[in-house]
Structures are given as structure tokens and as C-alpha cells.
């Protein structure tokens, strides 16, 4: 044991004892480990974050009278209404509330019940309203802001959420508030989403690991000559291997060490980032425990285990390490191994998310993927020294960078090799999204109106729906408004029906007429499939308008015969057009119609500046009662949302991920030039133009880059495959993806490229001519 704590030590004195140089090397160790880092600990943060937010949510589910598991009310309850606005394409959701009594039930995250007139908004909606950018939302918010939600009370930093008093909130005991919380309730996603969510997670933090292991074995061919010296004097195999090791322990301390505290510094302003919608409380952002021990034991423990595998050549052939001879051809049979195994844990797992159970091992489908990734930077060091041998000619800067190549491929490889798993995975995931899109998406997506709003109201008397229409007409950029009352009727088979009463212009706003008189009909007939087809009812046919029931069960109010009517269609039914029967104010004069219902059609200008915004402050005065929908503003399934969710969140990790690779390979490109300096300064007294160099060095990374492309897509074009096929889904590469992909990734390698040149300048200079 003390012989360990003795090799151990000396390989931390072997590190640190080359002066600046030595320093100048644990830096840009540390920093290319403690970047990894800091992205292993976002990452595991994620559960903490899902979990916290799922407690959140149960903290405020609200448990009422009709409920199940509601205890009697014996106190005092809490009258709630919800409602939800929008404000330039912001949703902003909220509550009416009226407290029964001084122990009604208060909401998550406040202090008291907002009484009539009071307001309690989130710090988002708070900021906004007091904004200049949020003038014509406040508006809409007549109420005096008397407090802010705390964070219990909210899923995010950036909901727009609050509660106001309103006096006028309906009394209903079966939808009265007893009190808040709930269970936590586990989501499940259909199969898609799943392996959505797979392929993307081990796609995104694989690469980082694969960065972490590559910068273990920065100034790797340096310290391999110093190991190899003490193995020429006399060391042991073992020994050597032991000071390997501590040399690489103290790189992974100092970036364990940069990555905790580069993590909590940007913790810091995490609630100021809003990244592609997203965005989480300090609190949250918190890595769970298990985790965290992982990550602190893997870390180390992949820099010893790299730099150990790494010392084949200085253990076996020292000698060979210290004259920097040209090493061994690497052989192909091993590195084959992954990629077998991968393909062939796939292949098991096919067909089995096929379906609408998912029949699969997620172990199986997950090891196939990081298999299947691991095998881009074992092939690629072997590609590219085989390639790289095959050439020969072209230009100065062209011939240093291939006979740079071919003495020394692996750290070419090993550099592009992250980013060439990044790609990799990048592919896979947007080929499943492509897929998942097709399958998701299925609805034909909604041709915008900007020039038609719909307003629905509840408690509209006609005196109250008189007034609605005023406030509408007297609105910015408002030409006209139809109002439309319902009735409600029921035929034989007591299914309840809706007819439509208004006027012919009304009417028109509704369907495409071909003439339209009071006392005509008409059916609005809708093209979708999904959306309608012929009319449940004949004319002629008896119905019951306004049924009430009856004591023996039976429904009873006045008859009224069907009339004759004409069959029409909507002007375009994906724009929430409804299907039913549209009547003439006369055919209805004797009939009541539905109590307290009334719809608006606004037409408007869209070329009126927030025109939308306009029209819901005209009806604002009227609260809980109306619900504006804009036709601009495409509505979404839920089950498009979640698939847009899970969107969002894979493209800011890969959008993470890709800054990563980009500051890794900085680093590494950075620590190439200091390790060749002496050469390029010799290069450069020689007579070598420094363009000359500076384009050798951008053709050191554009012919392995090359090559990882051509690996990272052939790689990821046949996982694409693989897990296409386990959801039974048919094989579709997203090539404008791959395109822009690769793109990215050449770009990313140029740009590190020119970052590089200041450093390139100072090593051609001639102090680097000095020998220490």
C-alpha cells in the first residue's frame, strides 16, 4: 500500500514539476475535464428538476366537492374558475376565486385568498405587466397586484400564472375547492416518446463522456516519453503504470474540482436562461445524489483506466517512445467488437415498440445505442491512419499536415472523434423525430386566419351579450361582429344536438351560403375525416328543445320540428368551423334557446398591430365569462405537445452538447500547438511561410473530420435503421438533417481552427526555439 501512495505521488510531482509548461498542461486538462463536468452535472440534475416540478403540480391540484376523493366539506370552500388568455403568442393561464369564509383554501405559494378586485400574479407575469412591453396586457388586468406567487406555487420561472378576486364566480358546491394537494402521478408516454427520449439522452451525454476520456490524454505522446524514460532506467511495468496514474488522478481532481464550480456559478443565473422555451428554478437544478457519487468516482476513474490502456506502447517498446519512432499500425479486429454487439442488441430488441406496449428491455436498447456510438472513436483512429497512409503530393501546407498524420494519427482522431459521436447521435435523433413527427403530427396542420376571432361566452344574458357586442365594435381594428345563441335539442336516441340562431350575415361568417334569407336552414357539412359527416338528424324528424328530466328518467320541453335545410360546407373546416344546423333568427323566435350560452365571430384587420390583443381587452371587463380563440394562433393535441416538449428539450441538450464539443476541441486544438511548438518554431526560422502553417493545421483537422463525417454517418444512418425498426416504423434518413448536421460540425472545426491561429502566431515566434 505505501509503495501505491509513494508511485501515486510521484507521477503528481512528475506533473507538476515541468514548470509553466507543467501548469500551463494541468490547465487545459482541467478545463476540458471540469467543461464535461459541469454538463455531466446539468444532466444529472434533470430528475431532481422532473421531480420537484411533479410535487409542485400535486401541491396545486385542487381536490373539489365532486371529486372522489374529496373529504364532506365542513368548512369553508374556496369557489375557483379557471381561465386562460394569451398575449403574443404567450399563454398566461389563471383563476377567478371567491373564498366562502376567512379558512377557504388557499392556492399553493400565496399568503391569503385575493379578495374582489386583488390580484396575486408569478414573478414572470408580474414583470411583464409592469413592463412597457406589457402594456397592452395590463389592460386586461384591471385588478390591484397585492402579491406574488412563490415558487410552490408555479412549475417554472417563466409561468404566467395568477389568481384574482372576482365576486361574480359562480357558487357551484360540486366544483368548490375543499383543498390543495393531491398525489403525485407518474406520466407515461406512448412507445415513440420513449425511445425518443432514449435515443436522445444517450446520445447527447455520451459524447460528453467521450470528451472527458480524450481530455485525459491531453499532452499524451510528452508524457508518454517522460514514462518511458523511467522504464528505461529501471521501473517496472507495474510502476509505471501506477505513476500513469497519478499523473492522470490529479488532471481528473482538477477537473472534477472546475467542474463543480463552473456548475455552481451558472447555477446561479440558470432562472434568467429561457432556452427554446424551457426554463427551471435554482433550487431545482440540483444533481441527484446517485449521480453525483458517479460522476465523481467515474471521472477519475476513466483517466486512469485511458491512460493506463494508453502505456502499451511505453511498457513494451520504450525505447521506440523515446526516439519517437513511427508506432505500430493499429489492428481492426477488436475495434470491430462494438459495433457487433450493438447491431446485434438492436436486432433482438426489434418490433417490440411496435405496438402500444412497450414490450422492450430498455437496458438492451440503450446498451445498443452507447455500443453502437462507442464505435466511431475506436474505428476512427484506425480509419484515418489507413487513409492518411495512402497519400502522398500536394502543395507544402498539404504535405505537413499528412506527414504530421501519418507520424502521430491518434490525437487527430481522438479530437474529431467527439464530435464525430455528437454527429452521430445527432442523426439517429433526427431521423426518430422525423419519424416520431410523421406519426405524431397526423392532423393536417392549420392554414393561419388572422382575420377571424371567435369569442365564447358563458352567463350571457341578452342584456350582458349587448354589451359584449358594443365593447367589441368599439375595439382597434374590429369590422364586424356576428352574434350566434345556441339551442340545445335532443331526438329519439337522446343524444344531445346543437343548432346555431343568428343572423344571414352571422350565418355567413359560419359557412359558405349560397343565398341566405330569414327562415332558411342550413347543415354545415364538414370535408375531414375525422371532423363530422352527414347529419345525425332528417328534417322533418320530432326533437326536444331544452330537454329536462324528468323524475322517471325520461326527458321533457317543447317539440319543434326539423326543418328543411340546405346542405353546406365551412369555408375551411381545419379552422374550427363546427358541423351542425345553422338557423335564421325566425325559425327560432318561439323556442328557448341555451341559458347563459352566446358565441361572437369578430371579424377584423389584420393589418392592425396586435390586433388580437385589442379585441381580448375589449371583453376583459367581462373576466371568467368569455373565452377568446384567434385563429392565428394554431391550437395544438396533447399529444403534440408533449412530442413538441420533448422536441424543445433534446434540441437545447444537443444545442448544449455542440457548445461543449466546440469548447472541448478549443481546448485540445490549443494543447496541440503548445505540445508541437518546438517543431513550429523550427519550421518557421527555417524559412516555412506562417500561411503555410496555419493552413497545414486547418488540413490536420479537415482530413480527420472528413473521415469522422463519413464514419459518424454511416454509423448513424445504420442506428437510424436499427431503431426504425424497433417501432416498426419505415426506414426514412432526414438527409436535410444530416446535411445541416455535418455543416455544423465542419463549421464548428474551421472556427476552432481560427481560434487557434493567435496561438500558432505566438509558437512560430522565435522563444519557441527554446529547449528546456
Known sequence: MRQWVSDLALGVRLALGGGRTSWVRLALTGAGIGIGVAVLLTAASVPTVLSERAEREALGAQVTGGTA???KASGDVLYSTMWFTAYRGESVTGYFVKGSGPDAPVPPGMSRVPG?????ASPALRALLESPEGGLLRERFPQRVVGTIGQIGLNAPNDLLFYAGDATVKEDAETAVVRFGGQVHERTLDPLLTLLIMVGVVALLFPVLVFVGISTRLAGAERDRRLAALRLVGAGALRVRRIAAGESLLGAFVGLAVGTVLFFVARQFVEDVRLLGLSVFMSDLTPSLPFAVVIAVLVPVMAVVTSVVAMRHTVIEPLGVVRRAKPVRRVLWWRLVPPVVGVVALISQSGTLGGPQNNASETVVIGGILMLLLSIPVLLPWVVEHAVGRLRGGAPSWQLAIRRLQLESGTA??????????????????SIMASAAS???????????????????REATTEVAARTVDLLERSTGVEQVHTMRDLVFTGASEQFDLARVGTCEALRAQAVLPSCQDGDSFYVEHRSAYAGGPAPFKPGQKVTVNPKQDADG???????????????????????????LLLTPSLARDLPLAAGRATFHVMVDPDVPDVAEHVRNAVASMTWRTYTSYFGEAEVAQRVKEFQGIRRGLLAGSLITLLFAGASLLVLALEQVRERRRPLAVLAASGVPRGALSRSLLWQNAVPLLLALVVAVGVGGSLTVLLLKVISQPVVLDWPGIALLSGAAALLVVAVTVLSLPSLRRATGALGLRSE
Open 413 to 430: 482522431a481522438r479530437v474529431v472523434g467527439g464530435v464525430a459521436v455528437v454527429l452521430a447521435g445527432g442523426i439517429a435523433l433526427q
Open 554 to 580: 325520461g326527458q321533457s320541453g317543447p317539440q319543434w320540428t326539423i326543418p328543411q335545410y340546405t346542405v353546406v360546407t365551412a369555408p375551411d373546416d381545419s379552422l374550427g368551423y363546427r358541423p351542425g
Open 69 to 71: 376523493d374529496a373529504e
Open 439 to 457: 406519426q405524431v403530427e397526423d392532423r393536417p396542420q392549420r392554414p393561419a386566419d388572422h382575420s377571424r376571432i371567435v369569442i365564447d361566452m
Open 116 to 120: 374582489d378586485g386583488e390580484l396575486f
